[in-house]
């Protein structure tokens, strides 16, 4: 069992659709949550960035962390055809220096 | 223009051929990491150095050398490359490598092993 599992999609919605991108890990020594979002051939750039549970929100995204579940959500309201990419969620040991990165999930949101 | 970057940014080379990808960054950051990305498998870290001379072993090293001595720049050299090299290569940097810190990636190196 790989440490985080993401789903690879793709994931096809509508425009405007809300979207939901999820991950699951099995390591509960993870404490820093990451979502990287990567457009084709260019490099990831972090989008959200929380290390408790809950939720936090900027814009139209939202971060869930649900540590007990081990399960961790992004959230994208009012999608837009621009938010086509794949959406990497990556995730940090305490005191660790590199990033364990889920496979990443290829969205597509229709015009 | 201020940031990281890679070079070369497409390369093709042989089985058993030395190759290195190279890094480099302008915001005096003190980590460096780099990464791979296949599919099937998502970003795994290859090595990562915290200062200038100080570099350490990632979750898939085996075949890769790296050296810093300058702290803008950060090589990846494949001595002798092989088919299963074939990937996209990512550098990153962060300021501190605090773990509420920002990894920053560059473009990537797309290296095809024939």
């Known amino acids: 069992q790989k440490e985080v599992e993401q789903d690879p999609g793709p994931l096809s919605v509508p425009e405007g659709a809300i979207v939901s991108l999820n991950c699951t890990y099995s390591n509960s020594a993870f404490q820093y949550f990451m979502w990287y979002r990567q457009y084709s051939r260019k490099g990831p750039e972090l989008l959200m960035y929380?290390?408790?549970?809950g939720n936090k929100e900027d814009g139209r995204f939202t971060a869930q962390v649900d540590k007990s579940s081990k399960y961790i959500s992004l959230f994208i309201r009012d999608s837009q055809p621009s938010d086509s990419a794949t959406y990497l969620c990556a995730m940090r040991r305490r005191g660790a220096d590199g990033l364990t990165f889920g496979k990443g999930t290829h969205l597509i949101i229709q015009p | 223009d201020a940031g990281i970057t890679q070079s070369p940014r497409y390369k093709i080379t042989e089985t058993g051929r030395q190759v290195t990808l190279m890094c480099h960054q302008t915001?005096?950051?003190?980590?460096m990491f780099w990464y791979r990305q296949d599919l099937g498998h998502g970003l795994r870290l290859i090595y990562y150095s915290a200062a200038a001379d100080i570099t350490d072993k990632g979750e898939v090293p085996d075949g890769y050398v790296v050296s810093r001595s300058k702290t803008e720049n950060f090589p990846l050299t494949l001595e002798s490359a092989t088919r299963s090299q074939t990937s996209v290569y990512f550098c990153?940097?962060?300021?501190?490598?605090?773990?509420?810190?920002?990894?920053?990636f560059g473009p990537g190196t797309r290296l095809t092993v024939l």
């Open positions: 990153a940097s962060s300021e501190k490598g605090y773990s509420t810190d920002t990894q920053y």
């Open positions: 915001w005096s950051h003190s980590y």
């Open positions: 929380t290390y408790s549970s």
